[in-house]
């Protein structure tokens, strides 16, 4: 009778035991929340989180990304329509911001790009635009 109460707690204890256990690789970010709120960040190597209070919500990549702007319709200073097309390099720098703070991190840059792109083509005349990168 003791063996059929003290595997079950054996494997409740195992489960715990290894779902708190959270390895995190170079290069990447978690975010751990306890009881729904935010609590910290986790860096690169072992953590431990408490299984039923902590949960991690986020993994995210700290490394350099490539994000490809499509190809948009701009006005010159001078009044002549161009098609711009643009390639950002970008890193991500605050997780717990970016998580929180924004709700489509993706389509947030691609907008702020496309905006300071139409606001700088029409500071340019259409011979600048040959010229100047």
């Known amino acids: 009778m003791e063996a059929f109460f003290g595997i079950p707690a054996l494997v409740v204890i195992a489960w715990l035991g290894g779902s708190s256990v959270k390895i995190t690789s170079g290069g ?16 690169p190597g072992m953590s431990f989180v408490m299984p039923v209070v902590e949960r991690v919500v986020s993994l995210e990549s700290l490394k350099e990304r490539v994000l490809d702007i499509p190809p948009q319709q701009c006005f010159t200073r001078d009044n002549v329509s ?41 500071k340019l005349d259409l011979d600048q635009t040959f010229t100047t990168r």
């Open 28 to 43: 990447q970010s978690r975010l751990v929340e306890r009881l729904g709120k935010y609590d910290r960040q986790l860096t």
């Open 82 to 122: 161009i098609e711009v097309d643009a390639v950002v390099y970008w890193q991500l720098l605050e997780h717990p911001r970016a998580h929180y703070a924004v709700d489509n991190l993706q389509a947030a840059m691609v907008n702020l790009v496309l905006t300071q792109i139409r606001a700088e083509m029409g």
